[in-house]
């Protein structure tokens, strides 16, 4: 357990940070849990610099995250998807447990640093799904979060663009906020400055300026096998023509992208949040990975690394379970909600060297390649300036709300040239 040391800052800025709904769900923490706009004003502060966007799918990867960014002084996102932690859940940390969870590690390790949770990918698929939405939002806001991703990027543009729209009342103004354009699906399908012009423009003209826009760069979620990965020069191209707007960029899909491509991204473009999902996941059960996080594999069977990670008894068990669910190296991802209890049964010194694993991999991302290291105090620095939990928008209105009216997006649509490539679940 780390020796925590409470400053006369921290404790100021515990008290102006902390969110509404986080101070009255844990009253008495000392956990600085506090709006994505935050995080993201950190990174830019700091300048050609990203953060790690943990996708929290077990307690050991939200512990050793958190670990590693306290010996970096980083700031850091704990995040979950939908689809990962949603109502049709494949893990165990969901979207109304992961900050009671996060907050208790906190307490428990004594983290310092500061940390936004994250919705991420709260997927719309169709317009149907936008009414049931809007109480699920409110809900998680409820339960802990601080920021959120909308992701209706499987829709048409105009439908996209009007589903930010048409949620964002139920999203309290305090929180980050991040939207995609382009499905994250690899090669197909790019999204381009045109389409991403579209959605920010229209939601600038509705005053809604988010912090992080997603894009379908070249990346892909889960096991990068193509080794195409990040096109930087497009994610550059975007963000420059996004500039007038102030929106950074959120890098999906990292697992599999070698460490210099995700130097270039934090160096060559406007990102300051990046997606770390796939390889946490492998490091924490001890599956032999290169040196940027991708699993290797021995005939399309992954390698488990012998005292690390879980016991030999435990990957057995895992491999048994998911041969008799038909699960191949993509779907292991299912085994974490089955699992994790049985995980948290094994003996301390396997959850202890699961959570390290972890530790170790994501601080080498944060001081040797995203280069986040010393951003915790800027977020502390920003909280004091602000006196608040909310730094306010860091865009203006530019475009004109009558030039946006859902008759206007529904024509500028139509003469979108875009290839939204072929039709699938591309959810992480």
């Not at 709006?35 to 953060?51: E, R």
């Not at 790019?190 to 003209?205: D, V």
């Not at 396997?350 to 530790?359: F, L, N, P, T």
Request: proline fraction near 4%; glycine fraction near 8%.
């Amino acid at each position: 357990m780390m020796s925590a040391t409470y400053s006369k800052d921290f404790n100021r800025a515990l008290d102006f940070g902390r969110p509404p709904n986080v101070k009255k769900i844990f009253p008495n923490s000392k956990a600085l849990l506090v709006s994505g706009k935050f995080i993201d004003k950190a990174m830019l502060k700091k300048g050609n610099c990203m953060t790690i966007a943990a996708n929290g799918r077990s307690a050991f990867v939200i512990r050793g995250v958190l670990a590693a960014a306290q010996r970096a002084d980083a700031a850091v996102i704990i995040e979950i998807a939908r689809s990962e932690g949603g109502t049709a859940a494949y893990c165990a940390v969901s979207l109304w447990n992961i900050a009671r969870q996060t907050d208790a590690i906190m307490n428990e390790l004594g983290i310092t640093i500061p940390v936004a949770i994250h919705a991420d990918h709260f997927g719309i698929k169709k317009p149907g799904d936008i009414e049931p939405a809007k109480a699920e939002i409110e809900s998680l806001f409820d339960a802990g979060i601080t920021s959120i991703a909308v992701d209706a990027s499987h829709m048409p543009d105009d439908l996209n663009l009007l589903a930010n729209i048409e949620l964002f009342p139920y999203i309290p103004d305090w929180a980050g906020l991040e939207t995609e354009v382009g499905e994250i699906k690899g090669t197909f399908g790019l999204s381009t400055p045109e389409e991403a012009l579209f959605l920010i423009q229209g939601m600038n003209a509705h005053g809604i300026f988010p912090n992080w826009i997603a894009l379908n760069n070249g990346t892909t979620h889960g096991i990068e096998a193509s080794g195409t990965g990040i096109n930087v020069d497009l994610t550059a191209d975007i963000h420059n023509a996004l500039s007038e707007y102030k929106v950074s960029g959120a890098q999906h899909g990292t697992s599999g992208n070698d460490s210099d491509r995700l130097r270039d991204i934090a160096a060559k473009t406007r990102t300051t949040k990046a997606n770390v999902a796939t390889a946490l996941q492998m490091i924490s059960w001890g599956v032999k990975v290169n040196d940027y996080g991708n699993a290797i594999l021995d005939n399309d069977q992954f390698i488990k690394q012998k005292n690390r990670g879980v016991t030999e008894q435990m990957w057995e068990e895992m491999l048994s379970f998911a041969s008799a669910n038909g699960w191949e190296a993509g779907n292991f991802k299912k085994l974490n909600l089955p699992f994790e209890n049985k995980l948290l049964s094994q003996p301390k010194k396997i959850q202890d060297r699961m959570a390290k694993d972890v530790e170790d991999f994501a601080f080498n991302l944060f001081t040797n390649v995203f280069n986040t290291t010393n951003t915790a105090s800027f977020v502390i620095e920003h909280i004091l300036q602000a006196k608040n939990h909310d730094p306010g928008p860091k865009a203006q209105t530019i475009e004109s709300k009558s030039a946006w009216t859902k008759e206007k997006i529904i024509e500028k649509a139509s003469l979108i040239e875009s290839d939204k490539g072929p039709e699938g679940n591309f959810d992480d």
